[in-house]
C-alpha cells in the first residue's frame, strides 16, 4: 500500500475521530445539566397522576351504590343525599386528560370538585349515625369498608404525586439541571394545594 493511499485514509478518518471525541466530551455535561434526569422526573409525575386518576375514579364508582343504600333509609336527609348526587355528577362531568397536570387552572379545578365530593360524602356518613337500621345492614357496612380503604388509598396517592411533581419541578428549576430541562423545553409544574385544614386526610370512617 503506498504512503499516499494510508495518508489518504487517515486523513479521511480524522473527523470522524474528532466527532467522536467531541461526543465523549459533550456526553458528562449533558448528563450533569440534567438532560435525562428530567424525563425520568417527567414520567415519576405522569405515572403518580394516573395513580391519582384511579383512586378517584374508584370512588366515584363507589357513589352510586352508597346512594341507592342510602335511599332506602326512611326519612333519610334528602339534602345531604343530593349533596352527595350533586358532586358526584360534577365530578364526573369534567375533562380529565394529560393536560391537567400541566394546567394550574385545570388543576385546581379538579381539586376543588374532588374536595367537594369528599365533604358531601363526609357530611353522608356523620348523617348516617343518626340511623341505626342503615347502619346495621350489610350493604350500607360494605360499602363504608370500601370507601374507608379508597379515601385512605386517594390520600397516598396525592402525597406521592406532590413529591414526584416537587421532585420534577426542583430538576426543572435548579441549576445545573435546569440547562437540561430547557433544552428538553420542561417548564414547572403545578400541584395539589390543602385549601383546608387537613384536606390531604382521609375523612374518618365511623361504624
Request: hydrophobic share 40%; proline share 4%; charged share 25%.
Amino acid at each position: 500500500m503506498s504512503k499516499m493511499v494510508v495518508e489518504r485514509r487517515a486523513s479521511s478518518a480524522y473527523p470522524n475521530i474528532v466527532a467522536v471525541a467531541a461526543l465523549l466530551a459533550v456526553a458528562p455535561a449533558v448528563t450533569g445539566c440534567g438532560y435525562n434526569e428530567v424525563i425520568d422526573r417527567d414520567q415519576g409525575v405522569k405515572a403518580n397522576w394516573s395513580e391519582v386518576e384511579n383512586q378517584y375514579q374508584r370512588r366515584a364508582d363507589l357513589v352510586p351504590n352508597l346512594v341507592n343504600v342510602v335511599k332506602g333509609a326512611s326519612n333519610f336527609e334528602k339534602e345531604t343525599l343530593t349533596a352527595v348526587v350533586e358532586a358526584r355528577a360534577k365530578v364526573g362531568s369534567m375533562k380529565v386528560d394529560s393536560s391537567v397536570i400541566d394546567d394550574p387552572e385545570k388543576l385546581k379545578k379538579f381539586e376543588q370538585a374532588q374536595g367537594e365530593l369528599s365533604g358531601a360524602l363526609s357530611r353522608l356518613l356523620v348523617v348516617s349515625e343518626q340511623y341505626p337500621d342503615l347502619k346495621s345492614t350489610a350493604g350500607f357496612r360494605d360499602l363504608q369498608v370500601q370507601l374507608e380503604g379508597t379515601e385512605n388509598r386517594i390520600a397516598v396517592a396525592r402525597r406521592r404525586f406532590i413529591t414526584a411533581v416537587a421532585d420534577y419541578n426542583a430538576t426543572v428549576l435548579k441549576f445545573p439541571t435546569s440547562i437540561g430541562s430547557k433544552l428538553r423545553a420542561m417548564k414547572e409544574r403545578p400541584s395539589f394545594t390543602a385549601t383546608t385544614a387537613g384536606a390531604d386526610k382521609a375523612p374518618e370512617v365511623k361504624f
